[in-house]
């Protein structure tokens, strides 16, 4: 009997569903997941899309903008625009602002605030490119040429209390040479004067005559501000003066000079321009501050370090006359650290005899090395423009375009002996790619309100090592060798907690511009939230990042 094992249809349909059911459920489940993932995808790219349509729609929003200059896209101006002469970071801009008008730059402004925090498109002013550190750049923003505002021409006023009105991309240079068709010129300088007024405005603008006149910022009676918002603005001591006292100093965070009124003082033809050398720092810096104190007694005071210079007093023969040949030609510094004070007195022909008497009985109270007083005379616009002529010359041997990692120090009265013992004593080895410029100015002469920051102390000192690296050097002169050197100065300044203050600044976090600001740091964030709320404004400085909130 043949047995079979048959089995019920029912019994069979349930079987094979047992068997079917969890790789349904899976299948299902997979599909799930690929529709979400497919979804996700589809809901990104439209947002990727969107963005990118947003950002790519900006230069045709600026192309259409109603403005009397242009917007360059091209890569050479865009090249120019990433670069400055720190030559150490390069930001490249979308886009490069060449206005003619001071209506350009507002519009510009007013159309980037429109686009409001989440285009990420930032707005820097860029004068002469002599920024160290990227601070005039804008990554993927707007680059303004400041040197393209020609608003109108150089307007000299004379009488009791003489002025002129220039633009804020007018260069120094340019204004001295027109002051002077007047007799005129401006009181306060820098060393270098082919900047823009805007940006040693936005800094402080200092040099020998801070003694005197104060810096830069201390001279000047009204600006023109372009805010954040793109509102145009007038500001002075009288209008407007938490404006006013804001963008002096301001490292461009608060708006845009786009015009100045300097003031002028009665310009001299001739200047006696002095230097004498000291061993013993004590004696430098006693005779520097007696000096900075005395009334009328020079017009500049500077001085400056130098470390194993043999050949110094042989080079300085070049230009400088020493008043003892003889005794000058035996003078050797034996590589001993020796410290020069230079000064300069300002007179027309008609006072020679008057002025050299005064000159020398100003030095008689002096404690240099006497073998090695050196001068000269020549004209004051030689005098004032004597960095260019070593730009020409630097240029022509290829080492103007190099890094140069400068680093600029406010230092207190109180501290400055401190630090030459161990800075120049120990950290600092020679001075042979750079000078390193160090003299006192007085406090009085700054007024506390605009947005610079410096020593508590009646009397501080500028300490200002202005290297040059050589690109193909890994010795002392290389750019990794003079990072380094001055990273164990600020150490060291830090460590020793001497209440040093860094001028043209730059540090990376807000904690470190916090710190920088101290006790005026809410004061100056207060005014970053007034006038540029979106933080678009000179991104490069690296202080307040765009869309930020302030609280």
């Not at 006149?213 to 603005?233: A, F, R």
Request: charged share 20%.
């Amino acid at each position: 009997m043949l047995h079979f094992n048959l089995l019920h249809p029912l019994t069979t349909n349930l079987s094979s569903m047992k068997k079917l059911r969890y790789p349904c459920f899976n299948l299902v489940r997979e599909y799930n997941i690929l529709f979400i993932k497919c979804f996700m995808i589809l809901l990104l790219s439209c947002i990727t899309i969107r963005l990118n349509f947003s950002i790519s729609n900006i230069p045709f929003s600026l192309k259409s903008l109603p403005i009397e200059g242009n917007f360059s896209f091209d890569e050479l101006d865009l090249k120019n625009a990433a670069r400055d002469f720190g030559n150490r970071y390069q930001s490249h801009p979308m886009t490069v602002l060449h206005p003619k008008s001071v209506s350009d730059i507002a519009v510009t402004i007013k159309h980037v605030w429109s686009l409001g925090s989440s285009s990420r498109v930032a707005v820097a002013a860029r004068g002469h490119g002599h920024s160290l550190q990227g601070q005039a750049q804008a990554h993927g923003g707007v680059v303004i040429n400041m040197e393209s505002l020609k608003v109108e021409e150089i307007k000299v006023y004379g009488g009791e209390f003489p002025y002129v009105d220039v633009s804020g991309g007018e260069l120094w240079i340019d204004i001295l040479k027109e002051t002077l068709r007047y007799g005129l010129a401006p009181r306060s300088w820098t060393d270098y004067l082919h900047l823009t007024v805007g940006g040693t405005l936005s800094n402080a603008g200092v040099s020998g005559q801070a003694f005197r006149h104060g810096p830069q910022i201390s001279n000047v009676l009204k600006m023109e501000i372009v805010t954040g918002t793109g509102e145009v603005v007038n500001c002075s001591e009288e209008q407007n003066n938490e404006l006013f006292y804001s963008v002096l100093g301001g490292l461009g965070q608060f708006g845009i000079i786009t015009k100045a009124r300097i003031k002028l003082e009665p310009a001299p033809i001739m200047v006696k321009w002095i230097r004498v050398l000291y061993s013993d720092f004590t004696a430098f810096t006693r005779d520097q501050e007696q000096l900075i104190l005395a009334e009328k007694a020079f017009d500049y005071i500077e001085g400056f370090v130098i470390k194993n210079r043999t050949g110094l007093v042989n080079n300085w023969r070049l230009s400088f006359n020493p008043q003892d040949p003889v005794q000058a030609s035996k003078f050797n510094s034996d590589g001993r650290t020796l410290f020069c004070i230079e000064v300069a007195k300002y007179f027309n022909p008609e006072d020679t005899l008057k002025v050299n008497q005064e000159v020398e009985e100003h030095l008689s109270h002096l404690n240099y090395i006497q073998s090695t007083l050196f001068q000269t005379e020549v004209t004051y616009v030689d005098f004032l423009d004597r960095v260019h002529i070593s730009e020409v010359k630097l240029r022509s041997k290829g080492l103007w375009d190099v890094p140069h990692p400068w680093l600029n120090l406010f230092i207190p009265k109180t501290k400055i002996h401190n630090f030459a013992d161990t800075v120049f004593g120990d950290i600092v080895k020679e001075t042979s790619n750079g000078p390193i410029l160090i003299y006192p100015v007085k406090k009085s002469k700054w007024n506390e309100r605009t947005s610079v920051v410096i020593p508590d102390e009646d009397i501080f000192y500028l300490v200002a090592f202005l290297a040059s690296a050589i690109p193909s050097s890994n010795g002392g002169e290389g750019l990794e060798h003079i990072l380094s050197r001055n990273k164990r100065i600020l150490e060291y300044c830090e460590r020793e907690n001497l209440g040093v203050k860094q001028y043209l600044a730059h540090y990376s976090t807000q904690e470190e511009w916090q710190t920088h600001y101290g006790p005026k740091w809410e004061i100056f964030k207060q005014r970053k939230s007034i006038y540029d709320p979106l933080a678009m404004l000179a991104p490069g400085q690296g202080i307040f990042q765009k869309s930020i909130t302030f609280s």
